[in-house]
């Protein structure tokens, strides 16, 4: 049985909330439409966090950028997207997100977004 795109972000409890430890992802085989055109836009996205009570289960992250495949969506706001989408389901210390998109037109386009927890005090 072959999987579904899907928008839910699935999470695990962080093995060790007392620490510090950097996560990385690199995807490079995301694809969205660009809205103007309807033509496929691609990037590589990569996602770093300092995870805190939660972590990113895997599958559901690649079913999850799998689901913007048939969306039109100009770089700037996927990559945002992308950023509040995982913020919201796993509550990370630090996050960032890039999209290093391909040349379209002979210009490439980098998104990098970034989210840091209110630190308590």
């Given at each position: 049985m072959s999987s579904q795109p899907?928008?839910?972000?699935?999470t695990f409890p962080n093995p060790c909330p007392e620490r510090d430890y950097e996560i990385r992802f690199d995807c490079p085989e995301f694809t969205c439409l660009?809205?103007?055109t309807g033509q496929p836009d691609f990037a590589t996205?990569?996602?770093r966090y300092t995870p805190d009570e939660h972590c990113v289960e895997l599958k559901s992250l690649k079913l999850y950028l799998w689901s913007f495949r048939d969306e039109g969506a100009f770089h700037e706001a996927v990559t945002n997207r992308i950023l509040d989408d995982l913020v919201a389901a796993c509550k990370p210390r630090r996050m960032?997100?890039?999209?290093?998109?391909w040349v379209r037109g002979g210009i490439t386009t980098v998104v990098e977004v970034?989210?840091?927890a209110a630190e308590a005090g």
């Open positions: 899907s928008k839910a972000l699935e660009c809205p103007k996205i990569r996602i960032t997100v890039v999209g290093d998109f970034e989210h840091r």
